[in-house]
């Protein structure tokens, strides 16, 4: 499949006004979706940071010998989703993106059930419930996110771009003499 820019996507995952449908060629229905985009894309960075945060606070939790943690670290984390839940809430939503802006909101509930889940195995007396419920909150998180990839470009969970590997692969092999 050739590779699609941003609005060719748009057009076929959110079916907006680029293509074809009500409020075709209506410039300013084009600008409200590509702000939303724009500012959807600064929440998803966000939650993705967060949720990267939280699993290692469960990774932790759930692995470390005392299998507790600072209550600043989850404090914290708790803190930074709750301000995520708030700009997600703050979008302005074009009916086209309403599935994506869904799904972004099914993603922070979720980090904030992490983030709940956390606190409650750090607590004395934690137990496999309270790890079962972290981990569901956490992959709930994480299949929305990757719903996100599905619905636009650029809404990847992980971008591989900035991965280790990736400045690997950049280099041009060596040859040899």
Not at 53 to 64: C, D, K
Not at 86 to 101: F, K, M, N, S, T
Not at 145 to 164: H, S
């Amino acid at each position: 499949m050739p590779q699609q820019d941003g609005r060719q996507a748009y057009n076929q995952g959110m079916g907006g006004p680029l293509a074809g449908g009500p409020g075709a060629g209506s410039l300013a229905a084009e600008h409200a979706a590509l702000r939303y985009m724009d500012a959807a894309q600064r929440v998803h960075d966000e939650l993705r940071r967060i949720l990267t945060q939280v699993s290692g606070i469960a990774l932790l939790l759930m692995t470390g010998p005392l299998r507790t943690l600072p209550e600043t670290a989850i404090r914290s984390a708790s803190a930074a989703a709750a301000e995520a839940a708030e700009a997600v809430r703050a979008l302005p939503v074009p009916q086209p993106a309403a599935h994506h802006h869904h799904h972004l909101g099914a993603a922070s509930a979720a980090l904030l059930a992490s983030c709940a889940a956390a606190s409650a195995c750090a607590a004395p007396g934690a137990g496999d419930r309270d790890r079962d419920r972290l981990v569901a909150a956490l992959k709930s998180t994480v299949a929305h996110l990757r719903t996100l990839a599905r619905l636009l470009p650029g809404f990847e969970p992980v971008n591989f771009g900035q991965a280790c590997c990736a400045a690997h692969a950049a280099v041009p092999a060596r040859e040899w003499d």
